[in-house]
């Protein structure tokens, strides 16, 4: 039988769900299910705006999408060196962002109860990640009624057909006394989180703990402290950013943890300067508890800062590099966004990063004195989530750490009582009743008899900011269309920004609110794939967003078009037409079902993955609701509260809602509508014109505000219904493919008996189907009732000959953008996977063409995810630049090499293992590693299948670390430097490269810089602190790690695969028992083989700016034009977030 080079693996939570989108370093990404849209690069792992936001996924080339992840989060992103690289399982932002969750308590008041009751049996799942927030009762809206289709059963819940079908009004026994209670309902209190113990120490300093368990034994810790950019002033833009370097760099305390395995960062952004640690709760070196190491670390940086001289010289120098490496086209529109949606206050010209020539002159008093004004504890929150067992003991380790910070020098000076003392503990922040629990034994926050312990406040608002709001009658005339042109542009965007204050969620009523907007705004979304993505459309983008800001203080709604640039007006007039389409007539009573469903179905699978939600994650969702006002509550609160909420929504409250959402697009030009807080334009300079050539590009704010009319006059129709399909084989089809194909699973080695092979340890099963496709899957408890599949087909980008370059990119997009199988059109596909929260993606890179799905297991989910699998592969429907110089300052470098692949196969097939052991000489089977492990004591490392994986990774850490403390920290030549391995499986090589950003004038020595770090490993020996440096974080790593499904699927890749036939079982198990045995001399033996002599090294250098062409070869400039993105990164502002300090 001939063997398939097609392998399916997957990872089931009692069969589980992961992030698709992480497993290769070099690949195109793209979406079965979803069109494409423009590039956008936002993946900063600070907080991001809260939103009800429905983005494209993106398509990246092959050569880009090592993307800025890896740049802007030095923990991220990691690598399996069993598979390809995964990136960290993090719950997605609409997990995270959720006012999710529990049963209502008894103390609540009898109509809460009711409304809770009548819900409560509901089986089904929503995630209200992104929120928007409105008033309790939507003003009434002159909505038309949309046509009515057919009822659509089989996408609705079964449990409440009679309150989302039916009931289009209160139809109770007594209308007014039903009404009296749903308005008691809707007005009572969202519960808050039962776990989130809040307290307050005598000097002000605010703590939040949350107990997590996920990941076990480990605990974040982070310190914000309330001042931003926004705090400073003219003559200090960037000295916020400066201290947190300062601050954090400069603390030897923290310098101390590294070596207990903890890893910590910081950033500045407009609001506040976040301090962060994410450490184990205990360490072999440190005696008990490493808690307190942690937070007297953080009281040093935050509080206790040493602004020695040449620390600020240093930072000063990373900060300038930084600077130049943070300064892209994405950068610049996002500065202009900001500038125009907030010209009327400081967020318009107080960017985090701060002015070149500002940051160039402080020393380190005028840096002190900025500290001494806003870093005191009353300014401050500290937030502990983690493995915490102990309340009370974590409170008393945060008093004795910081209870005595900050109390010396706020004391008055004048010892005779103030006419006020009896007052003053009021200047200290008090937290809302209820919110900050006691202790039995606490103390209480505040003392009577020490009136003026206190006296810096914190702003009552932050950021301390006034807006001018897009309400009707509020705000000044309206201003025309604003448009930045830049050479760097090449297609053209336009955003229409709405600003309202932040509406809190804090009641049954906010909660609805939010619920009736975000499926409103889901069928806008859809809508415009359906009746644009499959005919050629003038737009290649079109987003709605609506979203809660932290870091700006308001709530923004914004219409996102990208186009090219000779569409623009028509996709503009696609994009309002639209708008007012949903805003006149409304979302249908189908897609009122559909996405009322599909929004509780998630809710319900968040509720369920409460115990699976990381640390990190449950304290962004803390902090950035803090910062909003909303009620925090857990996922299993949230579901509850959800369902409770959803039994009271009509069609006519969500279409008036909706509406209330559109109006400063549908009545543009309408003396009643809200003026538009902003209308910007990025647009390129030249366009190029068939037949024509280069010419300037000429738009005015005049013909943009023709456009935006002339679509609105466009007639309108109502939505028709779509009829989703149920299922993709019917039964009778599948039972005959079963008659026809007669499937089985057949025997895995020479007896016959074993079709299925179970390995305890680990969990894994191997089996292998009668077409000769090897199925490997893993139960887990990581992600409860979801489950993710990844299948494997052989042949990627490797196999593309010269004459037919991008062939397997452009098939792989081509095959993806279609969404097509059978019978079925894209939109019931669509819908197909919306029912069954199915999230599909295709993808290929250098060695294979991969397929993967996520997929919930309630309601027959992985069913439907495997018809969708079996349709693409067996009727799948496949329908058949110019260099610009950039004008400012930058460079950045690249240095590579040859290195094996990860089992030690070179370019021109050699083993290594022949070189490394002579006595290992043999076939492949004679390397499987069940065979090389006597006990634990006498693994032979070198021998083993996984010694270049294992060794190869911890000469990249040590590596890695050299380089920064090299390269950046002593001789200040760059701020970003990295090395990065990419170990190929299936092709006989592999790579390295080291990225390095710098200024124009220090590239060439940050380069040899770099080369003198990868070069000097003989000279200079490798320490074995540095060794046990790297195992701990590999280790740690691999631990956390294997709570994710997308890491367990990254594991069992290529196991049975006869083109990686050194891998096994074993070396999954063995894994971290090799890295704890390997030696000084096991890293150097590996070192051999990486080549890093002048001979077999590649660098090359991109400048731009004045220097750029001067005396830069040809080849180089080519180098640069690849950095120029071919769109216009959507969204707005979150590049102005400085990036992660180390």
């Known amino acids: 039988m001939a063997t398939s080079t097609s392998s399916l693996v997957a990872a089931l939570p009692n069969i589980c769900s992961a992030n698709p989108k992480h497993d290769f370093s070099s690949r195109t990404h793209s979406t079965l299910i979803l069109p494409r849209s423009s590039p ?219 070596g207990t395995g903890a890893r910590s960062n910081a950033y500045t952004d407009f609001h506040h300067t976040v301090f962060h640690i994410h450490s184990p709760t205990s360490s072999k070196d440190s005696d008990g508890d490493l808690l307190p190491f942690v937070l007297d670390a953080l009281n040093e940086i935050a509080f206790h800062p040493k602004f020695l ?106 010892p005779t009582p103030s006419a006020f003392g009896a007052m003053a503990n009021f200047l200290v922040p008090k937290l809302p009743l209820g919110l900050s629990g006691n202790l039995p034994n606490e103390k209480p926050s505040t003392s009577m008899d020490q009136p003026k312990m206190i006296k810096k406040e914190r702003h009552v608002v932050r950021p301390p900011v006034e807006h001018r709001w897009s309400l009707p009658g509020f705000g000044e005339a309206y201003n025309p269309p604003q448009i930045f042109q830049h050479e760097l542009l090449q297609n053209f965007s336009i955003n229409m920004f709405c600003k309202v204050p932040v509406n809190k969620v804090q009641t049954y009523g906010d909660l609805r609110t939010v619920l009736m907007k975000r499926i409103f705004l889901s069928a806008l979304h859809f809508r415009i794939n359906t009746r644009y993505k499959s005919s050629n459309p003038p737009f290649t983008a079109i987003e709605l967003d609506h979203s809660d800001s932290g870091r700006e203080g308001c709530t923004v709604t914004t219409l996102t078009v990208t186009a090219e640039p000779k569409n623009w007006r028509s996709a503009i007039k696609v994009a309002v037409h639209e708008v007012r389409r949903l805003k006149e007539f409304g979302v249908t009573k189908g897609e009122l079902t559909r996405y009322m469903d599909a929004l509780l179905k998630d809710s319900e699978h968040l509720a369920a993955m409460i115990d699976n939600v990381s640390s990190v994650d449950n304290l962004d969702f803390v902090m950035e609701n803090d910062a909003l006002g909303h009620t925090v509550m857990d996922q299993r609160q949230g579901h509850g509260c959800l369902v409770s909420v959803a039994e009271t929504v009509t069609l006519e409250e969500v279409n008036s809602a909706g509406a209330e959402v559109l109006e400063f697009i549908s009545d543009f030009g309408k003396p009643t509508a809200p003026l538009p807080a902003a209308i910007v334009a990025c647009v390129p300079k030249r366009v190029h014109i068939d037949g024509v050539g280069e010419t300037d590009f000429k738009i005015s704010p005049d013909e943009i505000t023709a456009a935006i009319g002339a679509g609105l006059e466009e007639p309108i129709e109502p939505e028709p219904e779509l009829e989703v399909p149920k299922e993709l084989i019917s039964s009778s089809e599948l039972h005959e493919l079963k008659l026809q194909q007669k499937p089985a699973f057949i025997s895995l080695n020479q007896d016959p008996s074993t079709s299925k092979v179970y390995d305890e340890e680990t969990g894994i099963t191997e089996r292998r189907l009668s077409n000769g496709i090897p199925v490997n899957y893993k139960i887990t408890k990581n992600e409860a009732r979801s489950g993710v599949m990844r299948l494997i087909v052989g042949g990627g980008r490797a196999n593309e000959k010269s004459e037919s370059r991008g062939d397997v990119i452009v098939g792989v997009r081509t095959l993806s953008e279609g969404g097509r199988v059978g019978t079925f059109s894209r939109e019931q596909v669509e819908l197909f996977c919306v029912n069954h929260l199915i999230n599909c993606s295709l993808e290929s890179n250098e060695e294979f063409i991969c397929m993967e799905f996520r997929f919930t297991l309630r309601d027959n989910g992985m069913r439907a995810a495997f018809q969708l699998l079996h349709m693409v592969l067996e009727d799948n429907f496949f329908n058949c630049q110019v260099f610009l110089k950039d004008t400012d300052e930058r460079a950045c470098a690249y240095i590579a090499g040859p290195a094996p692949n990860r ?240």
């Open 309 to 414: 001289a040449s620390r600020v010289e240093k930072e000063r120098r990373a900060i300038l590099s930084e600077l130049q490496m943070m300064n892209t086209i994405e950068y610049r529109v996002d500065c202009q966004l900001l500038q125009h949606l907030h010209s009327e206050n400081n967020l318009s010209r107080r960017f985090p990063i701060g002015l070149e020539e500002q940051i160039k002159k402080w020393d380190a008093d005028k840096i002190r004195r900025f500290h001494e004004r806003w870093y005191f504890p009353a300014n401050a929150t500290l937030y502990i989530v983690g493995d915490i067992d102990n309340i009370t003991k974590t409170v008393y380790q945060i008093e004795a750490v910081f209870g005595q910070t900050g109390i010396e020098s706020e004391k008055a000076p004048v």
């Open 40 to 258: 956008s690069f936002r993946t900063s792992t600070k907080p991001k705006r809260q939103s009800i936001r429905f983005r494209d996924q993106l398509l990246q080339n092959g050569e880009n999408c090592r993307s800025q992840a890896s740049k802007r989060s030095t923990w991220k992103q990691y690598s399996s060196f069993l598979s390809e690289p995964v990136m960290v399982a993090v719950a997605p932002q609409d997990q995270l962002r959720c006012i999710t969750c529990s049963h209502h308590k008894s103390s609540r008041c009898h109509n809460v109860k009711r409304f809770g009751q009548r819900v409560l049996l509901d089986k089904s799942n929503f995630a209200l990640s992104k929120r928007s927030i409105d008033n309790l009762f939507v003003k009434p809206a002159h909505v038309t009624c949309a046509t009515v289709g057919p009822d659509e059963p089989h996408v609705a819940s079964t449990t409440w057909p009679d309150a989302i079908l039916d009931k289009q009004g209160l139809d109770f026994l007594d209308p007014e006394i039903e009404r009296a209670e749903l308005e008691g309902f809707l007005d009572s209190q969202l519960p808050s989180h039962p776990k989130l113990y809040r307290g307050q120490l005598k000097n002000g300093l605010r703590y939040l703990i949350l107990p997590n368990m996920v990941p076990a034994n480990r605990f974040e810790a982070h310190m914000e402290v309330h001042v931003g950019s926004i705090d400073e002033e003219d003559d200090e833009q960037g000295i916020a950013h400066m201290i947190e370097h300062v601050a954090f760099l400069g603390s030897k305390k923290r310098e101390k943890l590294l």
């Open 903 to 1142: 089992w030690g196969f070179t370019t021109d097939g050699q083993d290594l293992f022949d070189s490394v052991n002579s006595s290992l000489r043999g076939n492949d089977e004679q390397l499987n590693s069940s065979d090389l492990l006597k006990n634990d004591s006498q693994i032979n490392l070198r021998g083993h299948p996984l010694f270049f994986g294992i060794t190869l990774g911890l000469l990249a850490e040590i590596i890695n670390s050299r380089l920064f403390t090299t390269v950046r920290d002593s001789l200040g030549l760059t701020y970003d430097v990295s090395f990065e391995l990419s170990l190929f499986d299936r092709l006989k090589l592999g790579w390295y490269v080291v990225s390095v950003t710098s200024t124009p004038a220090k590239v060439y020595k940050a380069v040899d810089a770099c080369k003198n770090v990868l070069r000097g490993l003989h000279s200079n020996k490798i320490a074995q602190r540095e060794l046990d440096r790297a195992k701990r974080t590999l280790l740690m790593r691999h631990e956390a790690e294997t709570k994710s499904n997308a890491y367990w699927l990254g594991l069992l890749a290529h196991l049975q695969a006869t083109s990686v036939p050194r891998k096994d079982i074993a070396c999954i198990k063995e894994m971290p028992l090799l890295y704890e045995v390997a030696t000084i001399e096991d890293v150097y033996l590996a070192y051999e083989f990486l080549k890093v002599d002048e001979d077999s090294l590649f660098s090359c250098i991109g400048v731009a700016g004045s220097q750029a062409g001067e005396t830069i070869p040809e080849s180089l400039e080519e180098l640069e034009s690849d950095s120029v993105h071919p769109g216009v990164p959507i969204g707005r502002g979150l590049s102005t977030m400085t990036r992660p300090t180390t």
